[in-house]
């Protein structure tokens, strides 16, 4: 039996800047009126590529977290079964033609993005992947990512493109979350397996109740089901971004995004982004110290700006770029702020009481102007702890 979205009743959609949207194989291939063996179809996805042609318009950035390239792979050779490595080859068969259809129907020029799990946890190619997401929506490009499936198992897995997503909204610091499905949205149970299953609009925590509502597994083409969404919204509420999950088979549900009405599933984010990130700045164990002059103490508690390495006196400790560094007033010892460094320690030394324009010249290459930026930073007010 089909649910339709139209169970879902209206609510505003919170207002947002960046968002991250996924789309799921279940929107790309597998109709019953389909043609066997066609890889990719653009039916659904037309109307989810206008909806970021018109965020766009508005001013607005979107990632694209992209499936499909298993299914654009089955429709470029004949495969029989569904083995790990099969659907691995098929993923490297696949994924450029999936973003060959998505440059199609999209009027920007559209960016390939593979990731791993492990990229993500390492700090230095997690520092790397978002400055280049950042220069794509700079130069006004559409990142289209995926997981790289070919490298990808076991350990070095998100395992479904909903998790990837989460993270990928975390990593570049997005509002939103938009999770489209071949569903209208949340329901209390299995909404094809269970007639009395429920719309759920709303909610404000997931709880384990909610998981075990959602545990009925995916549609034919999808991978994670309600479940990997949950975990999704659960991890991008954790960093303070709401996730909406809603119907990308229903034209009118995807146009009303663009009207800030969400027809679907809103889940809470916890707190504000920019404070669940300054949270665990303050609270990440810290691998070095910056000591820093007075200059640099005044720039970083009257104005909140980026530690430069002109205002750096020494530098205590061993860390990488990425790692979080503890900055301290050179005279006092005193601890002033908490930060993510942009240079390893040994390249903070070696720029540590130079201009930022001199930074080129010293280390031969840079990553900004900045030994810690300001967003990545949070300052300790007197009387609080590092
Ligand atoms: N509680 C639930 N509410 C909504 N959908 C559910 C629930 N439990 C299981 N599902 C299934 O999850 C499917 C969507 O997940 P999935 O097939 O992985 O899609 P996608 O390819 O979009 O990731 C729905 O079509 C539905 O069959
Ligand atoms: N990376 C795979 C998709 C894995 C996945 O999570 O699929 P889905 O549940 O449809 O979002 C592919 O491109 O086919």
Redesign the pocket.
């Known amino acids: 039996m089909s649910r339709a979205a139209g169970e879902f009743t209206a609510q505003p959609l919170p207002s947002w800047r960046r968002a991250v949207l996924?789309?799921?194989?279940?929107l790309l291939a597998g109709f019953a009126d389909q043609a066997p063996g066609s890889g990719l179809d653009a039916r659904h996805a037309t109307g989810l590529a206008r909806f970021i042609t018109d965020a766009r318009a508005q001013g607005r950035e979107v990632v694209l977290v992209?499936?499909?390239?298993?299914?654009?792979?089955r429709g470029r050779i004949a495969a029989g079964g569904d083995g790990l490595v099969l659907?691995q080859a098929?993923?490297a068969l696949?994924?450029a033609s999936?973003i060959a259809f998505w440059q199609a129907l999209s009027p920007v020029p559209v960016a390939q993005v593979l990731l791993t799990h492990d990229d993500l946890r390492n700090r230095r190619r997690y520092l790397n992947a978002r400055e280049s997401l950042h220069e794509l929506l700079r130069l006004g490009a559409l990142p289209v990512i995926?997981?790289n499936?070919t490298v990808a198992v076991d350990e070095l897995k998100l395992?479904?493109?909903?998790n990837?997503a989460a993270a990928v909204a975390s990593l570049v610091e997005a509002d939103l979350l938009l999770i489209a499905t071949d569903i209208g949205g949340l329901y209390s149970a299995h909404p094809q397996r269970d007639p009395g299953a429920r719309p759920i609009t709303f909610v404000e925590s997931v709880t384990p109740d909610l998981f075990a509502a959602a545990s009925g597994g995916?549609g034919r083409?999808?991978?994670?089901?309600m479940h990997?969404k949950l975990e999704a919204a659960a991890k991008a509420a954790s960093a303070g971004i709401a996730t909406a999950l809603f119907c990308g088979r229903d034209d009118a549900v995807v146009q009303a995004l663009s009207q800030g009405v969400l027809h679907g599933t809103l889940v809470a984010g916890h707190g504000d982004r920019l404070r669940a990130r300054k949270q665990w700045l303050r609270h990440a164990p810290a691998s070095g110290v910056l000591f820093v002059d007075e200059g640099a103490e005044g720039a970083l508690h009257r104005r909140g700006a980026s530690l430069l390495p002109g205002g750096v006196v020494t530098v205590e400790g061993e860390f990488r770029r990425g790692d979080v560094v503890e900055i301290r007033a050179a005279g006092t010892g005193q601890p002033l702020a908490r930060g993510q460094a942009q240079y390893n320690a040994g390249e903070v030394r070696r720029i540590a009481r130079h201009h930022s324009s001199e930074i080129e010249a010293l280390l031969g290459f840079r990553y900004g102007e900045s030994v810690i930026h300001r967003d990545d930073l949070v300052v300790l007010h007197a009387g609080s702890k590092a």
Do not use: H, I, P, Y
């Open positions: 996924k789309v799921g194989s279940s992209s499936s499909g390239a298993v299914a654009a792979g659907r098929l993923a696949g994924q999936l995926n997981e499936d395992g479904d493109n909903d990837l995916a083409l999808g991978t994670g089901g990997t």
